[in-house]
């Protein structure tokens, strides 16, 4: 079963607008922690955002903000003030507890376009 | 700069050689994964390293082997038992909640 969804394969939005990532996940664990990674086209994977699940408030970072409800197991990533920069690869991720050691799974990804 | 090395960026190699992906890590992190990217998808774990001389195989470990003799290092190394081994492969290391990553390394296999 697939542990980290995100269902839109590619998105678009112009420039200066706002756009959301939408991650959902699955996990039987209370103590996890969820990660947005942006990777461009040179592949480096950049680190965004960090929520854990036991955090009251929405994580924010900058333009990153991280919309965590967690009776939903959703995780989705705004992007406020689109720059042309941020067309790339976006990957949700989540880090729970392993048997050995602490796993971290990523989702299949969202391309985003930023159109000028 | 602290940060998480690869070399080299782009790596070619004939069908039935095996080859070795360098990592080195200069933040201290005990913690070092191997990851593989395929086109379009999203990123599967090879090996993973918890502390020096001391290695867990991943999701996706056959035909992959790694060594962790030095806290800084950690490289893999791509046998000719891998079917299908071109791909996009990733370092990273983590030395609390999150991981680091490298800038990779494309390897293609003819």
Request: aromatic share 14%.
């Amino acid at each position: 079963a697939q542990k980290i969804t995100q269902t839109q394969p590619g998105m678009f939005v112009q420039e200066k607008e706002a756009v959301t990532l939408d991650c959902t996940y699955d996990t039987s664990d209370q103590s996890y922690g969820l990660f947005w990674y942006k990777q461009p086209s040179s592949g480096e994977m950049i680190f965004l955002i960090y929520q854990g699940s036991y955090d009251e408030q929405n994580a924010t970072e900058g333009r990153y903000s991280l919309n965590f409800q967690k009776a939903r197991k959703s995780a989705n990533l705004v992007i406020s003030a689109s720059q042309l920069g941020d067309s790339a690869m976006y990957f949700c991720a989540m880090r729970e507890r392993g048997t050995s050691y602490d796993k971290v799974i990523f989702g299949p990804g969202t391309s985003l376009s930023v159109i000028p | 700069d602290g940060g998480i090395t690869q070399s080299p960026k782009y790596l070619f190699r004939k069908e039935g050689q095996n080859v070795t992906l360098s990592c080195e890590q200069n933040l201290n992190h005990d913690a070092m994964y191997w990851y593989r990217q395929d086109p379009g998808q999203g990123l599967r774990l090879i090996y993973y390293s918890q502390i020096v001389n001391d290695f867990q195989k991943g999701d996706i470990a056959e035909g992959y082997s790694v060594s962790r003799e030095k806290k800084e290092s950690f490289p893999l190394t791509v046998t000719s038992a891998q079917k299908n081994p071109t791909a996009f492969y990733l370092c990273a290391s983590s030395g609390g909640y999150e991981q680091y990553f490298g800038p990779g390394t494309r390897l293609t296999v003819t």
